[in-house]
């Protein structure tokens, strides 16, 4: 492992390994491993989940979730309610400053709802919902609602992504399909883009302007965020055992996702703490392309979910430890109010392959090219790439098993065009369990493909999209769960998209790091003895 470490780091870290000692020499400094490389900056612009970390260096938002995804005053003192709960006065806290020096006005933070709810599903359920959005003085923002939303809290809170950041009026009027390159928010954290090596490192620095709120609980992203590291730099290594050695000698201090073959390894080390800190895991998915055959046939989309076990899939994630992973896997959260089991027969049973090339014979599968985009240099997104390849050779399908990198893979997953001029048929991803809790930001089971933020694959359902909506007009929690079933039973005959399973990610740390909080890796109350 030593001689992997050293050829990997001659590769992979050279032009930044100088430096950064020459800089944090006298510092109080975090290294943290990402998941992947920092491909786009931009918080409204993707749904990755490294820009949502990013995002949250930088930018702060109005309100914050805690690990019951409860909403809870951030960037507001609080708010008031009026008019049977269509008025909405929001309250800036005061002394808020941009890193730049200007101060947080309630302007900047209308333009910048405006621009993340043209990118997000639940900022655009409330969006429809709103009459009027303004800023009445400086610190208030007002919105006037065509009905009540008792969600808006929670919306302008979420922890999943895009990342409702708040950024000055300049960057939010930009077109929320063109991305922003300048950063500059009201987070803890200031980007030093000086520093940026693409493909390598990012480094962010303590912002000295920033004042944490006093109260609130210290989860997610809520409540006080006080730094107490001068730099985090976040290296990107793209070796798993360069990645071991790293954290095992202390050249590191924490790895975002270790992958699960090397747990035990990490395990030995006295030094290294292995946590679980998402208890809603991570839920994959293969998401098929709707405008392009084959996928754009209902049939042979319904004949996949006969052909994958997803007992497989997570074995080539996890290994054999059943206690690490979830099947079935419907499209909700499992072990979560709006999961249920109804509709997945599909997915449960011994898979009979045979049974699925005549499935596809009967549909009219015409041996087009499949072009699986998988993205190797996420460890699981590449094995399950490899299971679904494997699968579907084994019924007959011409595959094109493009392997490539997450930043290539988000920008081909753009292209509506045939196979033939760089377009695609279908992508292996993955979420946070806390996506799928509920239809109210599950992009992986909208109908809404026709729309300009459709999410790629561009599944059209209207069925869908009523149910959505149906289901925020629900009054009580059991008529949710009702439209939760409906809405899981439709997406077997829609098959918007194919859910894989879901299983559980820790996260490994050296062990003079504490402070570690629930949720997604944050920066603030973390120290190191």
Same mark, same amino acid.
């Given at each position: 492992m030593s001689v992997s470490r050293r050829s990997v780091l001659a590769l992979t870290a050279a032009g930044f390994a100088a430096p950064r000692l020459a800089l944090a020499q006298g510092s109080n400094v975090m290294r943290f491993i990402p998941q992947i490389d920092l491909a786009f900056l931009d918080p409204h612009f993707t749904t990755a989940y490294v820009t949502r970390g990013h995002g949250h260096m930088v930018f702060d938002t109005l309100y914050g979730s805690d690990a019951n995804f409860n909403p809870h005053p951030q960037m507001v003192a609080g708010h008031t309610i009026e008019n049977d709960g269509k008025l909405w006065n929001l309250t800036l806290r005061p002394g808020l400053k941009w890193h730049d020096g200007e101060p947080v006005l309630a302007k900047d933070c209308v333009a910048s709802i405006r621009r993340w709810a043209r990118r997000?599903?639940?900022?655009?359920?409330?969006?429809? @919902?709103t009459d009027e959005l303004s800023a009445p003085d400086d610190r208030t923002i007002r919105f006037v609602l065509k009905r009540p939303f008792p969600l808006l809290p929670a919306a302008l809170g979420k922890v999943t992504s895009p990342m409702p950041a708040m950024m000055p009026e300049r960057l939010a009027n930009t077109d929320p399909f063109t991305q922003i390159t300048e950063m500059i928010g009201s987070g803890p954290f200031r980007f030093v883009a000086s520093e940026r090596l693409a493909g390598s490192r990012n480094v962010y620095a303590k912002f000295d302007g920033y004042v944490p709120r006093e109260d609130g609980p210290m989860e997610w992203n809520a409540g006080p965020k006080r730094v107490f590291f001068d730099r985090v730099e976040w290296t990107t290594i793209p070796d798993a055992a360069t990645k071991v050695a790293a954290l095992s000698q202390g050249e590191q201090d924490w790895w975002e996702n270790p992958t699960h073959d090397l747990l035990p390894l990490l395990r030995r080390n006295r030094q290294i703490k292995i946590e679980i800190t998402n208890p809603t895991g991570s839920v994959d998915m293969m998401r098929p392309n709707h405008v392009q055959p084959p996928f754009n046939n209902p049939a042979i989309r319904r004949a996949m979910l006969h052909a994958f076990s997803q007992t497989d899939f997570m074995q080539s994630i996890v290994?054999?430890? *059943?206690?690490?992973?979830?099947?079935? $896997?419907?499209?909700?959260?499992? /072990? #979560?109010?709006?999961?249920?089991? *109804?509709?997945?027969?599909? +997915?449960?049973?011994? @898979?009979?392959?045979?049974?699925?090339?005549?499935? &596809?014979?009967?549909?009219?599968?015409? /041996?087009?090219?499949?072009?699986?985009?998988?993205?190797?240099?996420?460890? %699981?997104?590449?094995?399950?790439?490899?299971?679904?390849?494997?699968?579907?050779?084994?019924?007959?399908?011409?595959?094109?098993?493009?392997? #490539?990198?997450?930043?290539?893979? +988000?920008? @081909? @997953?753009?292209?509506?065009?045939?196979?033939?001029?760089?377009?695609?048929s279908c992508f292996n991803t993955g979420w946070e369990g806390v996506? $799928?809790?509920?239809?109210? /930001? $599950?992009?992986?089971?909208?109908?809404?493909? /026709?729309?300009?933020?459709?999410?790629?694959?561009?599944?059209?359902?209207?069925?869908?999209?009523?149910?959505?909506?149906?289901?925020?007009?629900?009054?009580?929690?059991?008529?949710?769960?009702?439209?939760?079933?409906?809405?899981?039973? %439709?997406?077997?005959?829609?098959?918007?998209?194919?859910? +894989?399973? %879901?299983? &559980?990610?820790?996260?490994?740390?050296?062990?003079?790091?504490?402070?570690? %909080?629930?949720?997604?890796? #944050?920066f603030w109350n973390v120290r190191k003895s």
């Open positions: 997000d599903a639940l900022g655009g359920a409330l969006m429809e @919902r290994g054999d430890d *059943a206690a690490m992973f979830h099947v079935p $896997h419907g499209v909700f959260c499992p /072990n #979560t109010p709006m999961a249920s089991e *109804a509709g997945l027969e599909p +997915l449960k049973g011994t @898979r009979d392959l045979a049974k699925v090339r005549e499935m &596809l014979k009967q549909a009219g599968y015409a /041996n087009e090219k499949v072009a699986i985009l998988a993205a190797v240099d996420y460890a %699981q997104f590449k094995a399950i790439g490899e299971v679904m390849a494997d699968v579907m050779g084994r019924i007959g399908m011409n595959v094109d098993y493009v392997a #490539t990198d997450w930043g290539t893979m +988000l920008s @081909r @997953r753009n292209n509506r065009g045939p196979v033939e001029q760089g377009g695609w996506d $799928h809790m509920d239809p109210s /930001n $599950h992009y992986a089971i909208r109908g809404n493909g /026709n729309d300009r933020a459709g999410w790629p694959g561009w599944a059209v359902s209207q069925k869908l999209e009523d149910l959505r909506e149906a289901w925020f007009e629900a009054p009580t929690l059991a008529a949710q769960q009702e439209i939760c079933r409906q809405i899981q039973v %439709q997406c077997m005959e829609d098959v918007p998209s194919i859910p +894989l399973g %879901q299983y &559980l990610q820790p996260v490994a740390y050296r062990s003079n790091v504490t402070g570690v %909080q629930k949720g997604f890796p #944050t």
